[in-house]
């Protein structure tokens, strides 16, 4: 039998990281990454040894361990994720942190585009007084946001099928937070990495990576309260931009706020109080 130190080793060096190899091998034996310290060397059943080395073939074809374990952690969660959504990313907790700051006790809020629902959940998870809404116009990304809320026994987050504002008629929010579709169609990050096997719907966005963006932002002020906020996140280079989008929509105190690694990450602007 294999042992698990020789084990993730080979697999580390195979991989040319780590802790993906320690990722793999957790869900393989069902455990957490701390086990490994105490269990170095212990033998490993053939059958686990096997599947493990498919698990490390499939990352090495390029294929996301999010996608291969169907979890990603984010915030203060465990998510499952599908090829259906967008593998949620550390620099999006950013955008929670943001509009917690902005969300007075019993608001409402939208999160247009949600994907696994980590960021609508994130927000009802830390704030129960919430009345939190989820839209996604992929039905499959829905139902693995509403699998997570049950999972994370999230009763009360409001599921709604549509493009944007379209299920959303009528109604108005406190706080509207997208992490929408940024990339240039044309960008060849597409074709490289973990984003070949992301939805592409998720990704990109017309030729300069804004044309969701715009469209967020156009409808923003008919769906907020007076004095709501609209937070989206971006790419590290549209800061400029995405602020001249937020403003020609008539919303006030439009900013720009970086993320950990001083990248402008999230910009936001609000509706005016009064005409």
Known sequence: MTDVRNLLRQSAIDLGDRLEAELLLAHVVGVNRAWFFAHADDALDPAMVERFAGLVHRRAAGEPVAYITGTRDFWSMTLEVTPATLIPRPETERLVELALERLP??????????????????LAKERPDLSVTAVDASLAALEVARRNADHLGLTRVRFLAGDWFAPLA????????????????????????DLRFEPASALASGGDGLDDIRRIASGAPDHLHPGGWLLVEHGWNQGVDVRTVLASCSLQDVFTAQDLEDRDRVSGGCKALTP
Do not use: K, M
């Open 105 to 122: 006790r019993g608001a409402s809020v939208v999160d247009l585009g949600t994907g696994s629902g980590a960021i609508a959940l994130a």
């Open 170 to 193: 009528g109604e108005r929010f406190d706080l509207i937070v997208s992490n929408p579709p940024y990339i240039e169609s044309d960008d060849p990050h597409l074709d490289q990495g």
